[in-house]
């Protein structure tokens, strides 16, 4: 397997505007984790997927964040508008099942998002 | 809330030198505690997972550590190697039913010098 495939790599972009970041999970994989990762804050977790449906998504920081799994192979994280602040790494992880008691989460090479 | 800490933030070590690398948590019931490894521009990746019932676990040159009671892991490189050179974290689950949300250390960026 490819491993979890992230596009794109790097994105640099405007401050308000839109910004998709795409992620492919790791085939048979029921989970998959949007993370953001800065280096005041460290990684943080900003949705969780269960078998495509939202279980989670405190972590999101604002409204202008969202994200979507229409099926098990693909997932978007979007920005709308985007701000400095969003500046940062973002990450696609997936893992086999349901509990990180048990599951190692499989981690994308993260996209670097720079918003000017 | 858990907290995870590692020290020291940064370590330079030469090659060949054994080394220690530390993390504490604040909240004891764990599932579990992983430790990851992260190269410079890319995604982290696994190196040791420790069940809460165990104390202990390797793989090849890595020795990871678990003291639930005392909230603290360790992570034992042995003969360090150039390769060897990346930012390590450690992280462990939320107890209760958000056990998938992994709360992350900082991170300890270890260079082993040729």
């Not at chain 1, 994105?11 to 993370?35: A, D």
């Not at chain 1, 008691?101 to 981690?107: A, R």
């Not at chain 2, 330079?12 to 909240?27: A, I, K, Q, R």
């Not at chain 2, 003969?79 to 939320?94: F, I, R």
Request: charged share 15%.
């Amino acid at each position: 397997d490819a491993g979890v495939i992230q596009s794109p790599r790097h994105e640099v972009t405007e401050m308000g505007q839109e910004v998709t970041l795409r992620c492919k999970p790791i085939s048979g994989h029921n989970s998959l984790f949007w993370y953001r990762q800065t280096m005041m804050r460290g990684l943080e977790l900003l949705i969780y997927f269960n078998n495509n449906v939202p279980i989670d998504d405190s972590g999101m920081p604002e409204d202008r964040f969202s994200a979507k799994m229409p099926n098990a192979s693909f997932s978007t994280l979007k920005i709308q508008p985007s701000e400095p602040r969003d500046s940062a790494v973002y990450f696609c992880a997936s893992s086999p099942g349901l509990a990180a008691s048990t599951d190692t989460q499989y981690f994308g090479p993260g996209t670097r998002l720079t918003v000017l | 809330k858990q907290e995870v800490t590692q020290i020291p933030a940064a370590l330079s070590v030469p090659e060949g030198e054994n080394l220690v690398l530390n993390c504490s948590f604040t909240d004891s019931a764990i599932y579990n505690l992983q430790w990851f490894r992260q190269d410079p521009g890319k995604g982290l990746t696994s190196l040791l997972l420790i069940q809460s019932s165990q104390r202990e676990q390797t793989s090849g040159r890595l020795n990871a550590s678990l003291d639930k009671s005392s909230g603290r892991s360790t992570l034992y490189i042995a003969a360090s190697q150039p390769g060897d050179s990346a930012t390590y974290l450690c992280a462990v689950p939320n107890s209760g039913g958000s056990n998938y949300k992994l709360t992350f250390g900082k991170g300890t960026l270890l260079t082993v010098n040729p």
